[in-house]
């Protein structure tokens, strides 16, 4: 296997976190968790700086991930959020890698999100970690590192303990989202667009 592969985030990666879109999903997940959970915010808190994943964290309250998917993700008004970006399009249809979306969020999430920001010929393979057994991104940035090889991999997101620290250990290469510019464990880029101008 000699070709390239990109792993990119999903929310706040593709889109930018100051999005609606993104308000919209974290105040139903916090609502989804306080009410279905009767946890306190103090204990949502503690809950999120626990572990950043959604998945995890339903599994330690013994919640179904179906019943978390159904509060947040029924009848968001995509088209209305996003726009497309014809740009990045371009961008990312210029990379020369396999381009996978790895997200925590349905499978339909995904689609919708790709389809309203004009995305989705650019992607080639999108893999939702809700619909698998996993709680975390580990696993499947493991197998897609043996198919690909660390070396050739890079992956792209807005979360560094969830997006890229999986990919990191494994030796591949990461860029951070992070509008703010702060500079960390990993190169910072204001957005996507901005990443991929400026990644080899």
Known sequence: MTERLMILDLDGTCY?????????????????????????????????????????????????????????????PYQQLLSPDPALTRALSRIAAHRIVVTMAPQRHAIAVLGALGLTAAIDHTISVYETDHTDKHDIYRALVEEYGASRTTAVGDNATLDLDPAAALGCRCAHIDPQGRSGAYPAFRDLAQALVTLP
């Open 16 to 76: 930018p976190s100051s999005s609606a879109l993104t308000r919209i999903i974290d105040e139903r997940t916090t609502d989804f968790l306080l009410n279905r959970a009767g946890l306190t915010s103090a204990e949502l808190a503690a809950m999120e700086e626990r572990t950043p994943s959604i998945l995890k964290a339903l599994a330690l309250l013994d919640i179904p991930r179906v019943q978390w998917a159904t509060a947040v993700y029924e009848a968001v």
